[in-house]
T-cell receptor
């Protein structure tokens, strides 16, 4: 069965510094996709970044990058130059490789950016 | 297109009452998903539609829950005889049908709405 594990319930980071949010996953599929979403207090899940299992390069989107280590089954999110607006819940998710293509989510990490 | 819309954003009801949530997906998306999120947890899958067909239901979706997507456009999620344990955020998401997820071109990102928060007293 597929599973996503996020072991950091909460993290602090100083404004303008970089922070890494951890995510490990478990799957027996060869083809899979990993997502990171941000959920501010308003509740909406905002897509940040995606990594396909066959992609050879780590995904990057602006200040977000995904440190993909396939052998270790980890997909950590790196946020560079943290901003106060980055304070939110962050969820790692994996696409299920059946016809539903639904996502399964980890339990999330709450990030607080200090001024 | 303004994204995925959900209504109402907040609902407070008494135990035993029925409630209905509505989701309007992105118009060109043929897939629609419902998730439930309780406090401090990640979203959990409830059900999904491709066009008007409901193709999968989670075991979390008891017989008090029913979802529809008439004509493959908006969707409704109804909870009958609500219980305090139903208190949660109900999230709707839409996407195009999936392709090979192993590459960036197969992302088919799920776009979420802002959710409907249910409180059962």
């Amino acid at each position: 069965a597929q599973k996503i594990t996020q072991t950091q319930p909460g993290m602090f980071v100083q404004e303008k510094e970089a922070v890494t949010l951890d995510c490990t996953y478990d799957t027996s599929d060869q083809s899979y996709g990993l997502f990171w979403y941000k959920q501010p207090s308003s509740g909406e899940m905002i897509f940040l970044i995606y990594q396909g299992s066959y992609d050879e390069q780590n995904a990057t989107e602006g200040r977000y990058s995904l440190n993909f280590q396939k052998a270790r089954k980890s997909a950590n999110l790196v946020i560079s130059a943290s901003q106060l607006g980055d304070s939110a819940m962050y969820f790692c998710a994996m696409r299920v490789m059946d016809s539903s293509y639904k996502l399964i989510f980890g339990s999330g990490t709450r990030l607080l950016v200090r001024p | 297109d303004t994204g995925v819309s959900q209504d109402p954003r907040h609902k407070i009801t008494k135990r035993g009452q029925n409630v209905t949530f509505r989701c309007d997906p992105i118009s060109e998306h043929n897939r629609l998903y419902w998730y439930r999120q309780t406090l401090g947890q990640g979203p959990e899958f409830l059900t999904y539609f491709q066009n008007e067909a409901q193709l999968e239901k989670s075991r979390l979706l008891s017989d008090r829950f029913s979802a529809e997507r008439p004509k493959g456009s908006f969707s409704t999620l109804e909870i009958q005889r609500t219980e305090q344990g139903d208190s949660a955020m109900y999230l709707c998401a839409s996407s195009l049908a999936g392709t090979d997820p192993g590459r960036t071109s197969g992302a088919n990102v799920l776009t979420f709405g802002a959710g409907s928060r249910l409180t059962v007293l």
